[in-house]
């Protein structure tokens, strides 16, 4: 069973870069079907989609946070990551890692556990 | 903002049917799909493609499209099913997929 396990800095400072990593276990980033997302959600509110990228690194990015949003992938390591660059006191969220695909119709199937961001100096 | 729009909240009493609406135009071509989020816990997916269910999913949990609203039905609504509800679709034009705010179901 897949299982997803993001990781990376709890706090990160304004003005710098958030950057984390989700790893893949018990089964291949490579395979074709599935795409893999970045989510997040600020205490006490909804969910947004950041990005998502394919393992032959296609990606697609919400446009409200294109601009300062990279998704990448290393197949060697079963792993994606997400850099999001300038970073405010409006990045501090729940950021998720999670997995898409036909099998559903595109809807997420499996999620990581999430992982805390704090934007404070 | 969210694209999708949703109840803020919906209460029903154990044992009775909750309907949760979800409306936006992004929902007149594209699927919808539905997240249960608990307390301190990553979503789980419930419906997918409007209606479908992953397997695991209870029976007593539905749901339903038309035109640009998605439903979330949960018949025989249980003291574990209180938690928060997300809608998801599809957005073709700018590639990108997009929630509804949250629904906070209470069984009271």
């Known amino acids: 069973q897949v299982q997803l396990q993001g990781s990376g800095p709890g706090l990160v400072k304004p003005s710098q870069t958030l950057s984390l990593t989700c790893t893949v276990s018990?089964?291949?980033?490579?395979?074709?079907?599935?795409?893999w997302n970045w989510l997040r959600q600020p205490a006490g509110k909804g969910l947004e989609w950041i990005g998502r990228?394919?393992?032959?690194?296609?990606?697609n990015y919400n446009p409200s946070l294109k601009s300062r949003v990279t998704i990448s992938v290393d197949t060697s390591k079963n792993q994606f990551s997400l850099k999001l660059t300038s970073v405010t006191a409006a990045d501090t969220a729940m950021y998720y890692c999670?997995?898409?695909?036909?099998?559903?119709?595109?809807?997420?199937?499996?999620w990581g556990q999430g992982t805390m961001v704090t934007v404070s100096s | 903002s969210y694209e999708l729009t949703q109840p803020p909240s919906v209460s029903v009493s154990p044992g009775q049917t909750a309907s949760i609406s979800c409306s936006g135009d992004?929902?007149?071509?594209?699927?919808a799909c539905w997240y249960r989020q608990k307390p301190g816990q990553s979503p789980v997916l419930v419906i997918y493609?409007?209606?479908k269910r992953p397997s695991g999913i209870p029976e007593r949990f539905s749901g339903s499209h038309s035109g640009n609203t998605a439903t979330l039905t949960i018949s025989g609504t249980q003291a574990m099913d209180e938690a928060d509800y997300y809608c998801?679709?599809?957005?073709?034009?700018?590639?990108?997929?997009?929630f509804g705010g949250g629904t906070k179901l209470t069984v009271l």
């Open positions: 018990g089964g291949s980033i490579s395979s074709g079907v599935y795409y």
């Open positions: 992004k929902l007149e071509d594209n699927y």
């Open positions: 493609q409007n209606y």
């Open positions: 998801q679709a599809w957005d073709g034009n700018t590639a990108d997929w997009v």
């Open positions: 999670s997995r898409g695909g036909d099998g559903y119709n595109g809807a997420f199937d499996v």
């Open positions: 990228i394919y393992s032959s690194g296609r990606t």
